[in-house]
């Protein structure tokens, strides 16, 4: 019986500790503009696909946001807000040039949807104006942040446990680090071209 009891309580403990969750905090220093953090592959994990659809808008010739964030399965959606007409393509996601896709043209107002099931940096452009270039950063975790304007970042509510952290940052060499997360983590990067 009471060896039953003790074998209870471990099993107990170690549900609780599974359930525990803390933010990664962390600062990424050393080139102007923001950066992209998350936690890479988690091996055994998949996620659900994200239900929200972010939209990526051409505006004022500019691709609005410059960089976006998404987790692994989320659809996008293009639109147009000029009067003119706008192209989105891309020519790999990652290294994989395989992943590269042209979503076509279309006029003000239309949206075109696309889901990335694959993780990577797709970095957008428009033949028509050869000058406008966006990032999609699709992490393969839904653990994921943008730096903001002094370089810090906070992944929210990432479970206990050990992990790979990668930064990404326009120009510059990607970063990985592991982080352990017991109640929170923390980690900062330093980054050169
Ligand atoms: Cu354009």
Redesign the pocket.
Known sequence: MKLKTLILVVVMAGLCTVAWAGDIEGKVTGMKGHSVVYVDTIAGKTFPAPKEHPVMD?KG?MFTPHIMAVQQGATVEFLNSDSVQ??VFWTAIGADKKAGHNLGTWPKGEKRPFTFDKAGVVPLL?N??PE?AAYIIVSPTPYFAETDDAGNYKIKDVPDGSYTLTVWHEGAKNQSKPVAVSGGGKADFTLSK
């Open positions: 051409q010739l706008h192209n428009c028509v104006h406008m």
